[in-house]
């Protein structure tokens, strides 16, 4: 759930809710506690088992922080994974959210060491790995990963993936460039859908017991080649609606899955 967008006063070149950013999205403050829940059981009802909160900008404010930690112990008791995306938090912070009923933090390296500084300059690369570092030891289940078609080459794609095996995190997340107008990558092609099945594969090779999670993308770069992505070494997705852009509805996806051979987990 993108529950607070827009007005990001970090410049990554990808996203277009940064400060260098002409996009024309819509922008709102954290939205309220009810239209939170209410998405989280709308969620729930379409089979997901988790359920994340994303806000936008470099941290959540202290005001905001307090809201998410009540509405994460509210997404509990509905009977899903509470996880969130609420930029570099501290480790006092990321206990709080454990203490809360937090199951996983997501917090992206998004490409390697070397590429990042071409792609953002208002944080650096150590302080996302200081953030992943410091979830984990607050006893947070790791989601890490990355935006490929950035322009980064088949060695970064490695080196972050290298990167993320040495930080142990436990769910992947591979998104795929949707060059958005008003961004500064608004004029980069599309990967290739083959080029983005490879990733999926060299990254199953490389964290072979992790999850391989297909977000971001995956609609638009893959089109009719889709249903490869669980033959690539994909094991889990993320449905609905991204920040910004359209994705896929959960029929869909379950559609998917069936069809595949393959069943879907938590669902009888």
């Not at 954290?30 to 729930?44: F, G, Q, T, V």
């Not at 998004?110 to 200081?130: D, N, P």
């Not at 990967?191 to 490389?206: C, M, S, T």
Request: net charge positive; proline share 3%.
């Amino acid at each position: 759930m993108n529950a607070k967008s827009g007005g990001c006063t970090e410049d990554c070149s990808f996203c277009a809710q940064s400060s260098e950013s002409r996009a024309k999205i819509h922008v709102h403050p954290l939205l309220e506690r009810n239209s939170i829940l209410m998405h989280a059981r709308n969620a729930k009802k379409a089979g997901a088992l988790r359920f994340s909160i994303v806000t936008s900008g470099r941290k959540v404010s202290k005001k905001d922080f307090m809201k998410i930690c009540d509405m994460i112990a509210a997404i509990r008791d509905l009977g899903l994974l509470p996880c969130a995306s609420l930029g570099m938090l501290n480790a006092d912070e990321l206990s709080r959210l454990k203490h809360a009923g937090l199951d996983r933090y997501h917090h992206n390296l998004e490409t390697s060491r070397l590429f990042f500084k071409k792609i953002c300059s208002t944080h650096g690369y150590s302080e996302k790995i200081g953030t992943v570092r410091a979830a984990r030891a607050s006893g947070l289940s790791l989601c890490s990963g990355g935006i490929f078609g950035l322009g980064e080459t088949w060695q970064d794609r490695i080196d972050m993936a290298f990167a993320l095996r040495r930080l142990d995190v436990d769910s992947v997340p591979i998104n795929f460039l949707i060059p958005i107008q008003g961004t500064p990558l608004e004029s980069r092609d599309l990967l290739h859908p083959f080029e983005a099945l490879k990733i999926i594969a060299i990254y199953r090779f490389i964290l072979p017991k992790k999850e391989i999670r297909i977000c971001g993308g995956r609609l638009q770069v893959l089109n009719e080649f889709h249903p490869f992505i669980f033959l690539a070494g994909a094991d889990s997705l993320l449905t609905g609606n991204y920040l910004t852009t359209s994705g896929r509805m959960p029929a869909d996806d379950r559609e998917l899955i069936r069809r595949s051979g393959l069943t879907l987990a938590g669902i009888s």
